[in-house]
Nanobody, 125 residues
Framework: QVQLVESGGGLVQAGGSLRLSCVAS????????MGWFRQAPGKEREFVAA????????YYADSVKGRFTISRDNAKNMVDLQMNSLKPEDTAVYYC??????????????????WGQGTQVTVSS
C-alpha cells in the first residue's frame, strides 16, 4: 500500500501561482511513477501531469503545458506540482496518484493504483 496526502491548495486570483505537494508513505516511493489529476464539478477526472521514477521524464496535458511543472524528491518521498499563470478553468480538486508498477500508460485514471484524498484549488477571475 502507498498512502498519499496532498497539501497546498487554496484560493488564488487568475494569473497567480500555487504549489501543490504530495507526501507518500508505505512502500518504496521511488519505485512508483507519479501523477497529478484534477476533477472539476460535473466533469470527469482528467490527467494533468506525470513524472517517471527518476524524474528524468515528465508528461503534461496540453491545457497546462508551459504553465505547470511536476517534480519529485525521492529522498523526501514527495511530488510537487508548481502551477503558474492560473486560470479560472484550472479550478478543481487536485489529486496525487501513484501509477501501478505494471501499468504502461500515463494518461488514464486506470493506470494509477493509489490516490490521495485531494486538495481544492479555486481560481477567481
Amino acid at each position: 500500500q502507498v498512502q498519499l496526502v496532498e497539501s497546498g491548495g487554496g484560493l488564488v486570483q487568475a494569473g497567480g501561482s500555487l504549489r501543490l505537494s504530495c507526501v507518500a508513505s508505505g512502500r518504496t516511493f521511488s519505485n512508483y511513477p507519479m501523477g497529478w489529476f484534477r476533477q472539476a464539478p460535473g466533469k470527469e477526472r482528467e490527467f494533468v501531469a506525470a513524472i517517471t521514477t527518476s524524474g528524468s521524464r515528465t508528461y503534461y496535458a496540453d491545457s497546462v503545458k508551459g504553465r505547470f511543472t511536476i517534480s519529485r524528491d525521492n529522498a523526501k518521498n514527495m511530488v510537487d506540482l508548481q502551477m503558474n499563470s492560473l486560470k479560472p478553468e484550472d479550478t478543481a480538486v487536485y489529486y496525487c496518484a501513484a501509477r501501478g508498477l505494471y501499468s504502461s500508460g500515463w494518461y488514464g485514471s486506470d493506470d494509477y493504483h493509489y490516490w490521495g484524498q485531494g486538495t481544492q484549488v479555486t481560481v477567481s477571475s
